[in-house]
C-alpha cells in the first residue's frame, strides 16, 4: 500500500505501461467533470470508476479486497478516511466473486489502520491489501472519488 500526493507518486512507485496510463489520467485537467461510471482507458487491462457520495456509515467497516486489479483510489473533492490491513487479516463474510474481482470481510477493532485522504490524494491498494473505503473522518463529507482499475 502507498500513500501520497498525485504529484510525488512517480517516486514512491515503479511505472509499468499500465500504471503510467492510470498515472497520465489523472493528471490531465477536467476530472472533477467527468460523470460516474466506467470511462475507459485501455480495455480491461486499465479503466476508471468515477464516483460520488457521502462519506460515513452506521454499518460495520466492510472490508474488501480484490486479486486481479491494482486500486488506486485518488480523492478529487472532499476527505475521506479508509480502513486497510493485510488481507491476511480479513475474515471473509462473502467469498471472492471473480466477476466482481472482490471479496469482502470484517476486521476486528484495533487490527487496522485508518488512512485520511483529502483532495489530490491517492491510496494504492495492492491484492494483498484489504481496505474499507467510504468511512468519514470527524463528519460526513462529499467525496468525488476516481478509482483506477490496473490489472497485475
Not at 39 to 52: K, S
Not at 77 to 101: F, L, N
Request: aromatic content about 8%; proline content about 7%; charged content about 25%.
Amino acid at each position: 500500500m502507498i500513500i501520497t500526493d498525485i504529484t510525488h507518486i512517480e517516486e514512491q512507485l515503479r511505472m509499468t505501461p499500465d500504471l503510467r496510463k492510470a498515472i497520465d489520467f489523472l493528471r490531465r485537467t477536467g476530472l472533477p467533470g467527468l460523470a460516474d461510471g466506467r470511462t475507459e482507458i485501455d480495455g480491461d487491462r486499465v479503466f476508471a470508476l468515477v464516483q460520488r457520495y457521502l462519506t460515513g456509515s452506521d454499518e460495520p467497516l466492510n472490508f474488501e479486497h480484490h486479486r486481479k486489479y491494482i486500486d488506486i483510489q485518488v480523492i478529487v473533492s472532499g476527505v475521506e478516511m479508509i480502513g486497510w490491513t493485510d488481507a491476511e487479516h480479513m475474515e471473509v463474510t462473502k467469498p471472492y466473486d471473480e466477476a466482481r474481482d472482490a471479496c469482502f470481510g470484517r476486521v476486528p477493532d484495533g487490527a487496522w489502520t485508518p488512512l485520511r485522504l483529502e483532495a489530490g490524494q491517492l491510496a494504492v491498494f495492492w491484492p494483498s491489501d484489504a481496505h474499507a473505503p467510504k468511512q468519514c473522518t470527524d463528519a460526513p463529507s462529499p467525496v468525488m472519488k476516481i478509482v483506477m482499475k490496473v490489472a497485475v
